[in-house]
């Protein structure tokens, strides 16, 4: 079973272009789904954040480019055997549900 979270590659490159951190407590924080209460501070420490550079807009489009260059691949040998099932969507609260019955499914869990 191969299981193929189809994202559009817009939505990945903008969440993790908006993606900041602490450096010193690894907290995370997302611009728009869990921005820090002060722009640019840590909510504890009020320390600055900051955004690793494979997660500024030039890094990831590379790492998504890379991504789907090597998968790409897989996805075609796995179809061709009948053992990719993808779920798209741009939404991991949308997403996981089915993904997660799927392999209740199928695996009795």
């Given amino acids: 079973m191969v299981l193929n979270l189809d994202v559009p ?3 990945i490159a903008d969440r993790i272009s908006k993606r ?24 504890i420490s ?6 690793r550079e494979d997660d500024k807009p030039e890094s990831v489009k590379k790492r ?4 789907s260059d090597m998968t790409k ?8 055997q009948g053992k990719v099932v993808s ?3 741009t939404e991991t609260n949308v997403i996981w549900p089915h993904v997660q019955s799927y ?7």
């Fill in 9 to 11: 590659f817009d939505t």
């Fill in 20 to 43: 900041w951190i602490h450096p010193g407590s690894g907290r995370t924080y997302n611009l728009d789904f869990n921005p820090p209460s002060i722009d640019g501070k840590d909510d």
């Fill in 46 to 51: 009020g320390e600055d954040l900051v955004q």
């Fill in 64 to 67: 998504l480019e890379l991504y």
């Fill in 73 to 80: 691949p897989l996805l075609a040998y796995y179809s061709e």
């Fill in 87 to 89: 779920f798209s969507g």
């Fill in 103 to 109: 392999i209740e499914e199928k695996t009795g869990v």
